[in-house]
């Protein structure tokens, strides 16, 4: 029942006689050094994309730093200085106050919440449209499996510790640790180490063990705390030039939304089995595995209530975006709720 | 810095002027009807391949029967008479013991775990070598939320309840039940309405409520339960005759992995918000939505274990398979509980 396989014969002979099929090259700009599961994630994206579509659709992977800042990926997206980036969309904060909620929500859905909301719960639609006035199209394009808490020079005690300490968090997590007295900052995740070493930062956080430990900062802080409050689940955008993307063809642009919901599948499964050997190794370097105090937690939830309600009050984006979550977020539990195997069912 | 884009053009006049690139049509037979999400993933698969690989992969998908019967899908595949089969793994298990693993385990992965465990923990390469002596490539293409755990017409007290009750339950569900007194059968979905109607079954389980409200059997039956505990976590094959996938280009097989791939992540998201409403719908048909009684559970739990070790015994993939599951879900879970923000992580 399958005709004859004369396709790839086929294919062979046109782009040799014709020439014609002609590769459609882009320029990617990654927001991140090549690190982890950052870097392979965007490079899988660039592979997997040139596979499925016969090498027509080219992205080129660049880099932190190579053709634009990685604060300034947005913008030059936007411009179409770039074609595409690879970012968080923590970054645009200052831009698009609501644009933290697609890069993660504290005390937030888990990855398999997250991606469900953006896929199925109207998330995508409205950052979209947010993104709309920038001239740029995201795309969710790799989840990634819950954050540690993130490093720390000092134990962290009580919610007093957090005073006055230069921490490196973006997003609405620098909010919620600015109401408890910390002093956060945005610094790219390139430009970290230095920081921690002279003393400029008391302490960051950027991702996973299995992402944390290839930047070196288990030989330089003392103390690794979870859980990551700030990220329970999140992930990295793909940012399209408008112009760009409404000139590819439908195929085109179903293929780059299907290679990135792979990676969505792919990044939660691989990042899942990747973390245990990495904390092995921060542990093997002297590093203390730590869990924030019940209190701290409590302190770092409450805050985080009232920048969502600040935020919202502010920003009408924000409120729409938070709300769409909030209301997709009562039907998923409630499933999930009643499907429970260990604890009994909430009435 | 994107290159002109002639692509769409040229491929036109290529298609037009060679008329040589010649779609590929293989046979798909659904081991299913064209019911809810099974029906929608299936075509969704289709669709999407069709699509990202400009109309080239043409997957035609025929409902159950139409070219060969729901239980005889993996031979017919195997065999070549059809190229593709679409069904579920746990329908082979008097081929395969250990096939009804890779459909879904008892008490064993929820959604994100079992494709982590799939894709990035070991258990694809198991299922692909299972199935090789059969000729057949299994793709987990789509997986499910976590199910209910089935209609029954009268409520389940006690573990006595179970004694003789027909039940329709496949894979290792089935003989977890047998173990505690009922007789299991594994009657295609098609078929199961009328054997309810008509007293040949007690109950069934089939999916969860999106799925199981279009089947109508609210209807007839009294009782809905939960958990899911036979299947916490499952999905869908996709199955290519395996001359067929040898016959593939590289790119090719990509296009059906990554579609594939993109399927689990749409499935789940889907099916994550598609229960309120449905369950809602069950309810105003006068159903009772009811939970296991813990020493239920906790005797299915019991049941499963001695299931597991038995089939362990008897078959050495099977016991490949299931210590592969069992090493990966130990590291898994040590993340996710050092992570989990509500409850202490444990020592």
Redo the contacts between chains.
Sequence with gaps: ???K????A??T??TV??G????????LQSAFPDLGVLGTSVNRFAD?TR????G?LDFRVYEAGKLAPPLEVLDSVGLG???AGWSYAGYWAGKAPAAPLFGSIP?GPD???F??W????GGLEIWRELYEPFNVVPTPCGLL????GGWFNEPIETVEDFQGLNFRIGGLGGKVMEKLGAVPSSLPAGEVYVALETGKLDGTELG??ALDVTTGYQDIVENYY????HQ?GGGMELLINKD?WD?M???QR??I???C??N???S???G??Q??EA?QKIKDAGVN?R?FP?EV?AALRTATEEVIAEESENDEMFRRAIESYQS?SA??D???D????DA??SE
Aim: hydrophobic content about 50%; proline content about 6%; glycine content about 6%.
């Design positions: 029942m399958k005709l396989s004369t396709l790839a086929s294919l002979a046109l006689a014709g014609a099929a002609q590769a459609e090259e882009f320029a997997r596979d499925v579509s016969g027509e200085a770039i074609d005390f990855p398999m919440k991606a469900a953006l896929y199925a719960g499996v819950s954050e540690a996973y063990p979870f859980p990551g409050w329970p760009v000139g063809t439908d195929g179903a293929t939304e299907t290679v919901q792979s969505t599948a792919w939660l499964s691989v899942a089995i973390q245990e904390l595995i869990r019940d937690l997709f039907t998923y409630s499933y999930v009643l499907n429970r195997i009994p069912a």
